[in-house]
């Protein structure tokens, strides 16, 4: 079975622009989660979907936002980026609808400029 | 607030020791708890978890972690540590009932000594 999917691995972006990245769950899987990993913050959850709609929120502004599509796959989207937004964002996925177990990405090493 | 903590921020041992990573958290009733790993530039390997029952689980690579309800404890140890053990491990709590979040601790550099 393919694990987690993540693209681009790599992202560069300059201050005030947008970025959208792209997770594609382990077949099977309805839920899938997002989380921002930084040296000063560490791991940090985002959001979680399932079955399309938004079932939980971190505290993150309202730049930070993400959808989830019929076949489970999953965006999320920054907007107006700002330095500290450079991170690496791990998309999570998972057949379960509690307990929290997940499997995870490579990740998206973003760096804004 | 939930939380938890990971008193290490680094420890090295020697290849061949005995290995005890310590996690603490902080939550109302019992959570579920897990242990991943980080390789450099990876993303995160679930090492193993506890929901229920027996306090002692197992997980892969040799790994094993206590649940001590008392001391609000999930250390997580390794009879001989091995040079590719050398990676981040975090230790996580779910929510019973709220969904698939984790709340992370800040995780424990761990070095081998060959």
């Known amino acids: 079975k393919a694990g987690v999917t993540q693209t681009p691995r790599y992202l560069i972006k300059t201050r005030g622009q947008q970025v959208t990245l792209s997770c594609s769950p382990i077949s099977g899987h309805r839920s899938v989660s997002w989380y921002q990993q930084t040296p000063g913050q560490g791991l940090q959850f985002l959001f979680e979907y399932f079955s399309e709609t938004q079932r939980n929120k971190g505290n993150f502004p309202g730049r930070f936002s993400g959808r989830q599509f019929s076949n489970s796959r999953s965006e999320m989207n920054v907007s107006t980026l700002e330095l500290g937004d450079s991170a690496l964002y791990l998309c999570?996925?998972?057949?379960?609808?509690?307990?929290?177990?997940?499997?995870f990405g490579p990740g998206t090493r973003l760096t804004v400029l | 607030a939930q939380s938890v903590t990971q008193p290490d921020i680094h420890i090295t041992v020697s290849e061949g020791a005995s290995l005890e990573l310590r996690c603490n958290y902080s939550?109302?009733?019992?959570?579920?708890l897990f242990w991943y790993v980080q390789s450099p530039g990876q993303g995160l390997q679930l090492l193993l978890k506890y929901f229920s029952g027996d306090t002692l689980v197992q997980g892969i690579k040799g790994f094993e972690a206590e649940f001590k309800r008392s001391q609000s404890s999930f250390n997580l140890r390794k009879p001989s540590v091995h040079w590719s053990d050398a990676a981040e491990y975090f230790c996580?709590?779910?929510?019973?009932?709220?969904?698939?979040?984790?709340?992370f601790g800040t995780g424990t550099q761990l070095k081998v000594e060959l």
């Open positions: 999570a996925s998972s057949d379960s609808t509690t307990r929290g177990e997940q499997f």
């Open positions: 939550y109302g009733a019992t959570p579920y």
């Open positions: 996580a709590v779910g929510h019973p009932g709220g969904g698939n979040k984790l709340t």
